[in-house]
């Protein structure tokens, strides 16, 4: 589904199909964002098909965070170009729950990430894991949220790594940034930066009393 010219968003519908957003930004360098499951990764496959792509025309792979529906798919690209990227925190977290043993390619930390003539900020974001992150595009204003904020909810604190303060912290951090695009790891994606406002206030006010 097409967002902006160069960025396509292929959404969660069916848990048979896929479990999680991805997301895909076609520039000169060829972007995947969070993958998802190794044996749901065909959904992916399918879109970029659609866009007469392979997975092996991809340059980078960005995962937000280390859970299985976001993270398992890298296992994927190990015999393909793509470097793979995860926050620097998140590689320990994943070893020790024992989902899948990796090497990215890249370990990422706090600030700029240039990817030929694209510039993102990456933010570390914890709350639903250690080494969550949030990648903002800054030309096209886009957040890429993972599982810390989505259209009218949060993400869980409960699961192992989780911290209800760290959470609120990163989602009030996120919330002062200029985004037109909000662009979560689950449910819809929010366009105009009054909707995306909204939806930040709207989560503090009726979420934040409950972590």
């Not at 992916?44 to 025309?57: C, E, F, I, K, N």
Request: aromatic share 10%.
């Amino acid at each position: 589904m097409k967002i902006t010219d160069n960025l396509h968003g292929f959404p969660w519908t069916d848990y048979r199909s896929n479990n999680s957003n991805a997301y895909f930004i076609n520039g000169r360098k060829k972007i995947l964002i969070d993958p998802g499951h190794a044996h749901l990764f065909g959904h992916v496959t399918d879109q970029l098909a659609g866009l007469s792509l392979r997975p092996d025309d991809l340059d980078l792979v960005v995962v937000t965070h280390g859970h299985p529906d976001h993270v398992e798919a890298l296992r994927l690209f190990s015999n393909l170009p793509a470097l793979t990227a995860i926050h620097k925190l998140e590689v320990d977290f994943v070893a020790a729950m024992g989902a899948q043993d990796f090497q990215p390619s890249l370990m990422l930390q706090e600030g700029e990430l240039r990817v030929d003539d694209m510039t993102f900020q990456v933010l570390h974001t914890p709350g639903h894991s250690p080494g969550s992150l949030c990648l903002y595009w800054l030309d096209e204003k886009a957040l890429f949220s993972g599982d810390v904020i989505f259209h009218q909810g949060l993400g869980r604190t409960d699961l192992p790594g989780g911290s209800s303060a760290a959470l609120k912290d990163s989602i009030r951090r996120l919330s002062h940034l200029d985004v037109e695009y909000l662009l979560p790891g689950h449910g819809e994606w929010i366009s105009g930066h009054e909707n995306v406002k909204a939806n930040f206030d709207n989560v503090e006010s009726m979420w934040f009393g409950y972590l």
